[in-house]
């Protein structure tokens, strides 16, 4: 199979294991510096407004996608509900090997929020689950907590 044909399998490809230092730093700007802090301290999700395109960003934008307008005095707070927007059952982990249970990966645009990001949704709620499904962030308790998405426990469908 050449390099440039579709691979269906990922048991397909020629994989050498290996290791390779990477040393790295990521910054997580203005905009994710206040997302994580929120995060972490209350428990919340915060996102930025542009009033000219009525769009809500969350995670947040320090400037508009659609109009390049600056955010940075734009704050809004979004509850911990969301949606599910597109998701996924993952049952193998990258080396093809079966995983003990399955793990749920959602795109979950939040309630008022236009952008979607991702994360894990209880693997309980797997036969609950579908596009559309109303779900809510359990945050981990708050000496737990980081300032990373992992703060977010997962999602889980929410109770109405
Ligand atoms: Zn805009």
Partial sequence: MSFLEKH????????????????????????GDKFFTAIKKDGKFVGTHCEECDVIYS????????????????????????TVVAFTVVTEDDQGKELDCPQVIAAIQLDGADNTFVHRICDCCIEDLAIGAHVQAVFKPKKERKGTLDDIEYFEIAAE
Avoid: M
């Fill in 8 to 31: 269906q399998r990922n048991v397909d490809l020629t994989a050498f294991d290996g290791k390779i230092p990477v040393h790295y730093r990521y910054t997580l700007g203005l905009a």
């Fill in 59 to 82: 995670p947040p934008s320090v400037y508009c996608e659609r109009c390049f307008a600056s955010l940075e005095d734009s704050w809004v707070e979004l509850p911990s509900t969301g």
